[in-house]
């Protein structure tokens, strides 16, 4: 078992957990959760039942980016549809 | 979000919405509880907290700790007066039957040093305008943690609980912190609260200090009865057929009741709602009317009430008004 990071380190880390993402975005569990399930944040696993780990950089700018998208009057599959063709430009751009 | 001590974090939780004046049966359970998470702090951060089984804080209280932990650990180590590593359970057990004054001591240090970072204020409790609350002119006051930093905190230990992956020790302290003070259900939704527990077993198994931790029961049965009851009673209150019922009898929910008494009889809607405002803002509450009418539907402090006119005949008749929360529907 380990001890809770503090925030420095959790903001000089390249991959948070769940728990840390809650902590540095203000977002609930339940809405990280549903949006993990909804394929609309991108996390790394190595094994079943180990702790998903986000690419914090990533995946923060990606919350802001629903979070104004959501403001903006769009509905969850309106939000996946637009995260998702952001997605296909920037990989066409590279 | 700001880097908060453990007992930091369960006072935030612990302190609120707890009257700050006076030491009532919740509160003192809420305290006795942080005592003991001043303990659990103490181990975490020394490197006494390796072994779990036998404890020792003797040179624990340091002059350079924070001032609660001081407030704890000396009159504790007095307490105990043993020359030999202890139990982690009669630790906790001296800590959680520490006096009223002692626990008063730590509520004061914890809130002022949650006070220094914005994290936890005072605010007037809206019982304090009703007319037939009697405080001898001393304002019913209450604690407000800041609601984004007690979220953040809330949401990191659902998370880590109720996901896969490790546990930090912080998290298998506050369950059991919450599980003592008896907040475990209001913490956990009912679908959760399994997962909870299972957690909490798989905990057992595999962690040494939770191993150490979970068997320890300190909590008074009396104690902890008469808040679920409390608990209880002002939910039910909460439930429409049952508002009904305490708009006529009071007595049994007066938080969700108040009675704010008008200057003048049979004054209209618009005097009504003038006199209303006047005693809320003289008892420092924040005030918007959402809807005008013979029943105005108005906000005080983020919580939106119905104000019904009302008359109420002793010896003389008294005309007023009664704030009913609104339930959405």
């Not at chain 1, 009057?73 to 430009?89: T, V």
């Not at chain 2, 942080?34 to 303990?39: G, L, Q, T």
């Not at chain 2, 913490?187 to 200090?209: C, I």
Request: glycine residues 4%.
């Amino acid at each position: 078992m380990s001890r809770q990071r503090t925030m420095d380190a959790i903001l000089a880390s390249e991959y948070v957990s769940i728990g840390e993402l809650a902590r540095i975005t203000g977002c609930r569990y339940s809405t990280l959760k549903f949006y993990t399930e909804e394929a609309m944040l991108l996390f790394e696993q190595a094994e079943q039942n180990l702790t998903r780990r986000y690419r914090r950089e990533e995946t923060v700018e990606r919350i802001q980016r629903i979070k104004q998208l959501k403001e903006s009057g769009l509905n969850i599959p309106q939000i996946k549809e637009a995260l998702q063709s952001c997605a296909k430009q920037d990989g066409k751009q590279t | 979000m700001k880097d908060l001590t453990l007992t930091q974090s369960f006072a935030m939780i612990a302190l609120n919405a707890q009257n700050s004046k006076y030491l009532t049966t919740v509160k003192k359970i809420a305290l006795r509880c942080m005592a003991a998470s001043v303990i659990l702090e103490t181990l975490l951060d020394s490197n006494s907290g390796t072994s779990w089984t036998a404890v020792d804080l003797r040179k624990a209280a340091l002059p350079d700790s924070a001032a609660y932990s001081r407030s704890i650990l000396e009159p504790l180590n007095k307490k105990i007066n043993s020359a030999r590593a202890l139990s982690l359970k009669r630790y906790l057990k001296a800590a959680y039957s520490l006096s009223g004054r002692r626990l008063k001591k730590l509520e004061m240090s914890v809130a002022d040093s949650l006070r220094e970072q914005d994290l936890l204020q005072e605010i007037p409790n809206l019982l304090g305008c009703d007319l037939y609350f009697d405080s001898s002119g001393v304002p019913y006051m209450e604690y407000r943690s800041n609601i984004p930093e007690y979220e953040a905190i809330t949401e990191t230990i659902k998370a880590e609980v109720l996901d896969n992956g490790p546990v930090t020790d912080e998290a298998i302290c506050m369950l059991w912190l919450l599980r003592e003070s008896g907040s475990f259900s209001d913490f956990f939704s009912l679908n959760d609260l399994e997962t909870a527990a299972a957690r909490m077993n798989e905990l057992y198994l595999h962690s040494p200090l939770a191993k150490a931790l979970y068997p320890v029961r300190i909590h008074h049965s009396a104690e902890l009865a008469a808040k679920q009851f409390l608990h209880w009673k002002k939910s039910v209150f909460k439930k429409p057929f049952a508002a009904g019922i305490n708009f006529i009898y009071p007595v049994f929910e007066r938080s969700q009741s108040v009675f704010i008494d008008t200057e003048a009889w049979f004054s209209n809607a618009d005097k009504r709602l003038e006199d209303v405002e006047t005693r809320l803002r003289k008892y420092g509450h924040e005030f918007t009317v959402l809807h005008a009418g013979s029943v105005p539907i108005i906000k005080i402090d983020n919580l939106v009430y119905k104000a019904v006119p009302q008359a109420i005949y002793g010896r003389v008749p008294i005309h007023g008004v009664r704030l009913i929360p609104r339930i959405p529907f």
